[in-house]
């Protein structure tokens, strides 16, 4: 994302918020979310199998109990992720999106409901 590791451009370190913020840096930042959740890159010119993981066990970020209620499953993802608050809208759009996946969604939706929230405004400039 443009920052080499352990090599600031100066004492002060990066400038946050805003400033590193670019159609190109935006979406690799959105396609590297998606690796870290189902664990296979995007768009990568190096050999599939060295870009391979394993997808996150979403059960362990979210307990069977949780995953029952599509709101209290919404709140804990909220407390997870965001620590500046969802719009009503952005809330609802991801409850309806969760309710279509039935009474208990699989782990390939909970992983992109994550990803959905990973590519908010509100989780990118926290």
Same mark, same amino acid.
């Given at each position: 994302m443009g920052q080499t590791l352990f090599a600031p451009p100066n004492v002060k370190?990066?400038? $946050? $918020?805003k400033s590193w913020v670019s159609t190109a840096t935006l979406l690799f930042r959105y396609n590297f979310a998606d690796y870290l959740l189902n664990?296979?890159?995007q768009q /990568? *010119?190096?050999?599939?199998? +060295?870009?391979q993981r394993d997808p996150i066990d979403v059960t362990k970020l979210l307990p069977e109990e949780v995953r029952q209620d599509p709101v209290e499953l919404m709140a804990?993802?909220?407390r997870r992720l965001c620590q500046?608050?969802? /719009?009503?809208k952005q809330i609802e759009t991801l409850l309806a999106y969760l *309710?279509? +996946?039935g009474g208990n969604p699989n782990d390939q939706a909970l992983r992109r409901v994550f990803h959905l929230?990973? /590519?908010t405004p509100e989780f990118q400039l926290i």
């Open positions: 370190g990066w400038d $946050g $918020g664990g296979t890159a /990568s *010119k190096a050999p599939p199998h +060295q870009l804990a993802l909220r500046v608050p969802l /719009s009503a *309710k279509a +996946q929230m990973m /590519s």
